[in-house]
């Protein structure tokens, strides 16, 4: 079993910077596939970066290009990279552990954090 727990959102400016942190533990951390989720107000849970044990990298095209996923199996910690930051990024971040399946799908995931928010304003 793994848990998960994020920390890191905050309140911030368009065009700022953020670094989520996802702390984890629990057997086989760096076998797992990774992942960000995330969902704003009225809005169902979406992909936006997913990291495979080996630091492949993967990615929605509404973030590519300003937010960088990676992992540090040492410490057991995943980690987001949010640069340019949109009012449209607003929303609670989940990180979450797949055993296997499309990294992109929230069924594919067993394992989730309770969740940190990023509030974007313009």
């Known amino acids: 079993q793994v848990q998960l727990a994020e920390s890191g959102g905050g309140l911030v400016q368009a065009g700022d910077s953020l670094r989520l942190s996802c702390a984890g533990s629990g057997q086989f951390f760096s076998t797992y596939t990774l992942g960000w989720f995330r969902q704003a107000p009225g809005k169902e849970r979406e992909f936006a970066a997913a990291?495979?044990?080996?630091?492949?990298?993967f990615y929605a095209d509404s973030v590519k290009g300003r937010f960088t996923i990676s992992r540090d199996n040492s410490k057991e910690t995943l980690y987001l990279q949010m640069n340019s930051l949109e009012p449209e990024d607003t929303a609670v971040y989940y990180c979450?552990?797949?055993?296997?399946?499309?990294?992109?799908?929230?069924?594919?995931?067993?394992?989730w954090g309770q969740g940190t928010q990023v509030t974007v304003s313009s």
């Open positions: 990291i495979w044990w080996n630091g492949n990298t």
């Open positions: 979450a552990a797949a055993g296997s399946g499309r990294y992109d799908l929230l069924k594919s995931y067993t394992y």
